[in-house]
DNA sequence: CGCACAGGCTAATGGTGTTAGCTTTTGAGC
DNA sequence: GCTCAAAAGCTAACACCATTAGCCTGTGCG
């Protein structure tokens, strides 16, 4: 036999997360994955300590990535044109990976090994409204403001809780432009 | 009705939404609704289809305690008022019952058992608005931040996602404010 | 060259939803 | 009041899942 290839956690994850833009978050089985990188399901204990941790490593790294795509995103920008970016990003993402999305913990900071992650994300939002001189609880009230709508919007949209999407676009932009005046008038 | 029967099922969506407050929405199973009701598990397939169509019988039901509690709380109120005390009764009917609320479909329209509940639950909204004179499409976009508002902020809320849960009232108030001004310029 | 052990395997257990088919109860009609 | 069909319960069985235990093997390191 040759050599064969050692499986890590990382690619353990990989193909939960496959599975998950696939067959969406109650596709994620130790079963599928471990059908998926040809290995026998008890195997995979040798990379992950349960189901229950494995969905754990989905989620940091759905955090991870949506950070890092919207610290890109908002590099070089400032006050309202930061934001509205920052808002785009956050819906594209979702409506490029709903399935993932959904996979996304929703309370990254009380779990022990999602917290780095969390705090991250959290983080890059603080910093987007940074030039608008916002000072303690004030920051932390416009983010969570921030966090309402995109996430509010996002968990309807790709939950398809719209109805028709007819429009969305345009309740999107309402919602921004609703987001900013807020901001401006609060300073 | 040839038979007077022990169980129905409604009494078993009564056992399906006990289970679901105690355990949340993953603790609702077949054997645990068959254990409280005191009968064996296939016996449940006399009042049930399926799990899957218990939990669509589980979301109607939810949404239409969340359509009969807003609309009382609604009548006789108008503009500004009623508006404010809709996003009030939300977020309280949330916080009494977070895991029940985890159990309302996102989209309740694409599915026929659960279509006319939805349509109930969102006319109430839409009423709400009513004395805002909106006409067509502007109606329905402001129907839908406004959902996007309460919902997320229920969302994050239930699912302890805001980190600390000092000052959440103020933010929930800066988020009603801004809706209500949001609503004037639109006018 | 030898050997520890990481990383695979099979077997087995207990939990789940679901189906098939049998039994019991009971109300409706004669 | 008797009969009997069907409603509503039951047990048995199956497939699928997560998880544990214990074995086997190849590889890398000394």
Redo the contacts between chains.
Sequence with gaps: MAVRPRLTTAKVVDAALELIDEQGVEGLTLAAVAARTGVATPSLYKHVASLAELRGHVGVRVLEEMTDRFTRTVLGLSGDAAVEALMHAYRSYVRESPKRYAAMP?????DELQQAAGVKLIEVMLATLRSYGLEG?DA??AT??L???????A??ES?????LPE?LD??YD??VR??L??LR?QS
Tied chains: 1, 2.
């Design positions: 929703m309370d990254p900071l009380h609880s932390i009230h969570r403001r966090r309402v709508i995109v996430h509010g919007f968990s309807i939950g398809g809780g719209f109805g429009g345009d309740t309402q919602l609703m987001y005046t807020d008038g």
